[in-house]
Every structure is written in C-alpha cells, then in structure tokens.
C-alpha cells in the first residue's frame, strides 16, 4: 500500500503523508495482533509459529516502528529526505523482523534476517549525495554478506549433525544425544 501510493501519487512531496499512513498501519496491526488469540498456530510445517510470546514481541516491534518514523520524521524534512521509499524499507524491515520472532526453524531465521539487513542496507545508504553514507551502506552490506555466509555455514553444519534445522529437533537431538563435537 505504501509503494503504490507513493508510486501512483499525483502529488509532489507524498513522503508526509505515507509516513503517517505507515504510523496508522502499523498501530492498526497492533491491535489487529492484540486481538488474536494467544493460541499455538503453525504455518509452513512449522517453521513460524504464533504464540503468546511472539506476538508480544510483535507487538514491541510494531510500537517502537511507529515511534522510530514518527521520531525520524522533522530529521527527515530537515535533509529533504522524506520519501515514500524510507516508510516501505522501515516497514520491510520490520516484516523481517516479525519472522525472526516467530521463526522455529534456521531457515526461517534466516530469511526473516536477511529480510531485515537488506532493508536496512538501503536505509543506511538513503543519503545518497553524501560520501559517508555511501561508505556506511557499503560497509554494512558487506560485512552482511559475510556474516550471512558464516550463519549459512553454521546452519549447514549445525543440520549435518542434526538431520534438523528445527529448533526442537536439535534440542532433541542434544537431550537424547549429547552434544557431539562437531555440534560444540
């Protein structure tokens, strides 16, 4: 909604108000999530899953996201950078984070991560006439890049001494096991 708002937007500067749509959006889930029942739901085989912690979590992450676009806002309009695209990589961002909390798997883990960095990515670039932060993008994608690959490597590892990427399954597998060597 926020892209194509900004996209199809007959007006000049539409950074304002996709930035307080995306405030209302994000409390409007909020409430939505508040509302839900605390129940165990399971989706993908089990690789997120919906409980009370989790979405005690999202509900941190959706309250402080409206706080951190409804604070970055006047700096925004300071710098002349108030663009629809910052509210769509902030709220990217936190979809990626919301699969980080509801992950019950490596895999899912990972592309709530990698969801999360990559936005951020763009966001710590978003000055683009200024040289600093250019360097700051640049160096945070590639210390992403290598720090995606060691996890990735982790993972396999970690799946090669399992037969799992679930979290419970290696729980399982230490408790019945041990922890192996190569698992340390």
């Known amino acids: 909604i926020i892209i194509m708002t900004g996209v199809f937007s007959k007006r000049e500067n539409v950074g304002s108000s ?7 959006m994000l409390i409007a889930i909020a409430i939505w999530i508040l509302q839900g029942t605390t129940e165990g739901l399971s989706a993908f085989d089990g690789a997120f899953i919906s409980d009370g912690l989790s979405k005690l979590f999202k509900l941190i992450l959706l309250v402080s996201a409206s706080v951190i676009v409804i604070l970055s806002k006047e700096y ?17 961002s936190l979809v ?32 683009r006439d200024n040289l600093k932060s250019t360097e700051a993008g640049l160096k945070y994608f590639v210390l ?20 799992t990427t679930s979290f419970s399954g290696i729980s399982r597998v230490i408790e019945v096991e041990g922890m192996s060597m190569g698992l340390l």
């Open 18 to 24: 996709t930035l307080w749509l995306t405030v209302f």
């Open 76 to 92: 925004l309009e300071r710098n002349n950078l108030l663009n629809y695209e910052y509210s769509a990589l902030i709220t990217l």
């Open 96 to 127: 990626g984070m919301m699969m980080m909390v509801s992950a019950t798997n490596l895999m899912s883990l990972y592309l709530g991560l990698e969801l999360q960095s990559l936005s951020l990515y763009v966001i710590a670039a978003f000055r």
């Open 144 to 163: 992403g890049a290598l720090s995606s690959g060691l996890l990735l490597y982790g993972a396999s590892l970690v799946y090669g001494f399992t037969g």
